[in-house]
Protein backbone atom coordinates (compact mmCIF):
# COMPACT_ATOMS: atom_id res chain seq x y z
CA UNK A 1 0.00 0.00 0.00
CA UNK A 2 3.08 2.65 0.45
CA UNK A 3 4.30 1.51 -2.28
CA UNK A 4 1.01 2.60 -4.27
CA UNK A 5 0.84 6.19 -2.81
CA UNK A 6 4.21 6.82 -3.28
CA UNK A 7 3.68 6.11 -6.51
CA UNK A 8 0.43 8.24 -6.74
CA UNK A 9 2.33 10.99 -5.09
CA UNK A 10 4.98 11.19 -7.83
CA UNK A 11 2.55 10.83 -11.05
CA UNK A 12 0.88 13.69 -9.50
CA UNK A 13 3.34 15.68 -8.51
CA UNK A 14 4.93 15.06 -12.39
CA UNK A 15 1.74 16.08 -13.64
CA UNK A 16 1.63 19.26 -11.68
CA UNK A 17 5.12 20.42 -12.10
CA UNK A 18 4.53 19.53 -16.07
CA UNK A 19 1.84 21.57 -16.29
CA UNK A 20 -0.50 22.76 -18.81
CA UNK A 21 0.35 26.25 -19.32
CA UNK A 22 4.06 26.17 -20.52
CA UNK A 23 5.35 28.54 -22.46
CA UNK A 24 7.00 26.60 -25.07
CA UNK A 25 5.92 28.15 -28.50
CA UNK A 26 9.58 29.04 -29.18
CA UNK A 27 10.94 27.46 -26.27
CA UNK A 28 10.48 30.03 -23.81
CA UNK A 29 9.83 30.43 -20.37
CA UNK A 30 10.18 26.31 -19.30
CA UNK A 31 10.26 25.46 -15.78
CA UNK A 32 8.42 26.39 -12.61
CA UNK A 33 9.40 29.82 -12.85
CA UNK A 34 11.00 31.61 -15.43
CA UNK A 35 11.16 33.83 -17.83
CA UNK A 36 13.36 34.29 -20.86
CA UNK A 37 13.63 36.74 -24.37
CA UNK A 38 15.15 34.74 -27.53
CA UNK A 39 15.29 35.80 -30.91
CA UNK A 40 13.34 33.96 -33.69
CA UNK A 41 14.86 35.42 -36.75
CA UNK A 42 16.35 38.71 -38.37
CA UNK A 43 16.36 39.65 -42.34
CA UNK A 44 18.11 42.21 -43.87
CA UNK A 45 15.40 45.17 -43.17
CA UNK A 46 16.94 48.06 -41.57
CA UNK A 47 15.85 47.72 -37.66
CA UNK A 48 14.54 51.11 -37.69
CA UNK A 49 12.64 52.70 -34.82
CA UNK A 50 8.87 51.55 -35.05
CA UNK A 51 8.27 47.96 -32.04
CA UNK A 52 5.38 46.17 -32.15
CA UNK A 53 4.03 43.31 -30.22
CA UNK A 54 1.27 40.75 -29.54
CA UNK A 55 0.82 38.73 -26.50
CA UNK A 56 -1.18 35.39 -25.38
CA UNK A 57 -1.93 34.23 -22.08
CA UNK A 58 -2.05 30.91 -20.74
CA UNK A 59 -4.23 29.90 -17.63
CA UNK A 60 -4.78 26.83 -16.41
CA UNK A 61 -4.45 25.63 -20.54
CA UNK A 62 -7.14 27.76 -21.53
CA UNK A 63 -5.11 30.28 -23.84
CA UNK A 64 -6.31 34.08 -24.86
CA UNK A 65 -4.42 36.29 -27.94
CA UNK A 66 -2.81 36.20 -30.69
CA UNK A 67 0.83 36.37 -30.29
CA UNK A 68 1.20 36.07 -34.28
CA UNK A 69 4.24 37.94 -36.17
CA UNK A 70 1.52 39.52 -38.47
CA UNK A 71 -0.45 41.10 -35.24
CA UNK A 72 2.82 42.45 -33.63
CA UNK A 73 3.97 44.22 -37.08
CA UNK A 74 -0.02 45.55 -37.43
CA UNK A 75 0.07 47.00 -33.84
CA UNK A 76 3.61 48.50 -34.19
CA UNK A 77 2.36 50.04 -37.95
CA UNK A 78 5.50 47.91 -39.29
CA UNK A 79 5.28 46.94 -42.91
CA UNK A 80 9.12 45.86 -43.19
CA UNK A 81 9.90 43.27 -40.35
CA UNK A 82 13.98 43.51 -39.39
CA UNK A 83 13.61 41.43 -36.18
CA UNK A 84 11.38 39.12 -34.28
CA UNK A 85 11.96 37.92 -30.81
CA UNK A 86 9.72 36.02 -28.26
CA UNK A 87 9.33 36.56 -24.39
CA UNK A 88 8.04 33.74 -22.42
CA UNK A 89 6.87 33.97 -18.93
CA UNK A 90 5.82 30.97 -16.58
CA UNK A 91 4.42 31.02 -13.02
CA UNK A 92 4.23 27.35 -11.75
CA UNK A 93 3.04 25.89 -15.01
CA UNK A 94 -0.15 27.31 -14.34
CA UNK A 95 -0.20 30.89 -16.13
CA UNK A 96 2.15 31.50 -18.99
CA UNK A 97 2.34 34.98 -21.38
CA UNK A 98 4.19 34.84 -24.74
CA UNK A 99 5.01 38.25 -26.23
CA UNK A 100 6.71 38.44 -29.79
CA UNK A 101 8.40 41.54 -30.07
CA UNK A 102 8.64 42.87 -33.81
CA UNK A 103 10.91 46.22 -35.04
CA UNK A 104 11.36 47.26 -38.66
CA UNK A 105 9.82 50.23 -40.44
Not at 5 to 30: E, K, Q, R
Not at 71 to 76: E, I, Q, S
Not at 79 to 103: C, P
Amino acid sequence: MKKVIIAAICIFATTFFSGCAMSGVYGTGHGVLGSSTLPVCATSNTVGSKVGTATMTNIIGIGMGDASIETAAKNGGITKIATVDVKGTNILGLYSKTTVIVTGE
